[in-house]
């Protein structure tokens, strides 16, 4: 078999979407799981909308998303010499002609269908003329007149094209530039792309892109044309349905891995199995079981399958994905054994890195604010016995494992004949400024003494004072 090349070809007209996303992971997934190869194109020969930021911005999703790419990128509007070498190629074998009608003659000729009820569509008026270039002049394919078009699509099936329905399309405008569906071709020629994957508002391209490469005397590639993603309304995806850009869903606190997982989901399987790390799904993606039902974006699931990354994910592969969401918050975590100790409890309780980084902040910050709901719940007079009690017992404590703390709450347990809910939940309130919390030892013990019994003896004097003034 000959060695797999797909591409990704983004357009820089805005921020990569989970749609665009998806077409990226796909043909990079099926690159990596062939030893192939995948490549970058940007299309950017939309001069008035193309920019720079995007161009950024469509990099920074893919850095993000852990995809790399082998040649490129390459832009179109650096390769306008071998658009034209190409467009002389079609016009020197005939498959091509300088056509002079204006857009005022083309539309009466659209007008003229539409009453007859014929497709509206350039008739074919300087196909025979033989027309020399000029200034007022585009360059149009010679489609052919009878027959059919063929798409062998791995995903679809056969979508056969009736010809006579393609009217003369132009490949070169008047000024120059070539259109869409010309320089794709060409490109995916020039740089051996024989694997095509990419969403199915494209099928109707295709036919087109067939007779231009047939033209150019060169072989088909692989078409599949992957269904849409949409909303649970099963409309198009839009903003109001989630369709944030990429680096939307980073900022989110989503990690890459669950959204790849999460995306590859929607419109592909591998049996029953939904959570897959990267490496799994470049050992078993393939396109035979890419669906041809649209997929169905659900925030929700997303947010699950994320919870899922983040509980199976090491606590060292959290370390720096969490760290610029702490440093919105002001603080800065450092490698070693504290952070990850943080990181372990707070993992079967975040849906997203912005809860851990909330949930994380207690262990770091060096005055704790209590929640309002929180303390008026928890703070009361009766809350000053547990809470001197353990300060006591803990400030002569040697060993500080969370054995030896679970033998303090069980000593004081017996000598006060509290139950452990009447003991922690002041204590928890005390260290976290909170009801919820990782478990209780757990928390003493990553804290330390150092930290623990000044947030004991502060709730403390907190009630005392509240006591006081509501005598």
């Avoid at 805005?14 to 062939?34: D, E, K, S």
């Avoid at 350039?122 to 025979?128: F, I, L, S």
């Amino acid at each position: 078999m000959d060695e797999i090349i797909t591409r990704f070809p983004p357009s820089p007209t805005g921020y990569l979407h989970v749609g665009g996303a998806r077409t990226a992971i796909f043909n990079w997934l099926y690159a990596r799981h062939t030893k192939g190869k995948f490549i970058l194109r940007i299309e950017d020969t939309d001069a008035e909308r193309s920019t720079r930021a995007s161009v950024d911005a469509i990099f920074d999703a893919l850095h993000w998303l852990g995809i790399d790419w082998d040649d490129g990128p390459y832009f179109q509007t650096q390769r306008f010499d071998i658009y034209r070498e190409y467009i002389q190629k079609l016009i020197d074998s005939g498959h091509a002609y300088y056509c002079t009608c204006t857009p005022e003659q083309i539309d009466a000729m659209r007008q003229k269908a539409r009453v007859t009820g014929a497709k509206p569509r350039y008739d074919g008026t300087c196909r025979e003329k033989g027309l020399d270039k000029s200034d007022q002049a585009v360059v149009r394919f010679k489609a052919p007149l009878t027959g059919t078009t063929v798409v062998d699509d791995v995903i679809k099936g056969d979508i056969v094209f009736e010809n006579n329905e393609l009217d003369d399309f132009v490949i070169c405008r008047s000024d120059g530039t070539p259109t869409y569906n010309f320089v794709v071709v060409v490109d995916d020629i020039t740089m051996n792309i024989n694997t095509i994957i990419r969403g199915d508002d494209h099928v109707m391209n295709t036919p087109k892109q067939i007779l231009l490469y047939k033209a150019l005397g060169s072989p088909l590639p692989t078409f599949g044309h992957v269904p849409m993603v949409l909303g649970n309304d099963r409309a198009r995806l839009s903003k109001r349905h989630g369709a944030m850009s990429v680096t939307a869903y980073r900022d989110m606190g989503f990690l890459p891995e669950a959204l790849m997982n999460y995306l590859v989901r929607l419109g592909w399987s591998h049996g029953d199995q939904e959570f897959f790390t990267r490496d799994e799904l470049i050992e078993v993606f393939d396109l035979e079981n890419i669906g041809r039902s649209a997929g169905i974006f659900d925030l929700d699931k997303l947010l699950a399958v994320n919870a899922e990354h983040i509980m199976a994910a090491s606590p060292q592969d959290l370390v720096d994905p969490l760290k610029p969401f702490m440093e919105k918050a002001g603080i800065e975590i450092e490698a070693g054994d504290y952070v990850l100790e943080v990181i372990e409890t707070l993992q079967p309780r975040s849906k997203t890195l912005v809860d851990m980084a909330e949930a994380a902040l207690f262990y770091y910050q060096s005055d704790i604010k209590y929640d309002e709901k929180s303390a008026k719940k928890v703070f009361k007079a009766a809350a000053l016995e547990p809470l001197n009690m353990v300060t006591a017992k803990l400030e002569s404590l040697e060993n500080y494992t969370q054995s030896d703390l679970e033998n303090v709450f069980k000593a004081i347990m017996d000598e006060s004949g509290l139950k452990l809910g009447k003991i922690a939940q002041p204590v928890r309130v005390a260290l976290t400024g909170r009801t919820a919390s990782p478990g209780i030892f757990e928390i003493i013990a990553i804290l330390g003494k150092e930290r623990v019994i000044p947030r004991l003896k502060k709730a403390i004097r907190f009630i005392e004072t509240k006591v006081t003034s509501n005598s």
